[in-house]
């Protein structure tokens, strides 16, 4: 997995939790699983991306032909 550098506020986020009594392993899983969670979710907004790009071209060529047709 990539690393993320986190931002300050996260940092504050993650010295507040350990101070408030969890370990640093259940903070670091929780860190991790959110991290992974936004990977996946990065991961299909570009697919969504890329399919959304795929459909755009083909509703055009569609109504290219149509007009096409039309004119006919």
């Not at 991961?43 to 399919?51: C, D, F, S």
């Amino acid at each position: 997995m990539e690393r993320r550098w986190e931002t300050r506020d996260s940092k504050i986020g993650v010295i507040r939790e350990v101070e408030s009594g969890k370990t640093l392993a259940q903070v670091s899983r929780k860190t991790y699983k959110e991290n992974a969670r936004i990977a996946e979710l990065e991961r299909l907004v570009g697919q969504l991306y890329a399919e959304n790009e795929f459909l755009k071209k083909a509703l055009a060529r569609l109504e290219g032909k149509i007009k096409e047709e039309e004119v006919k």
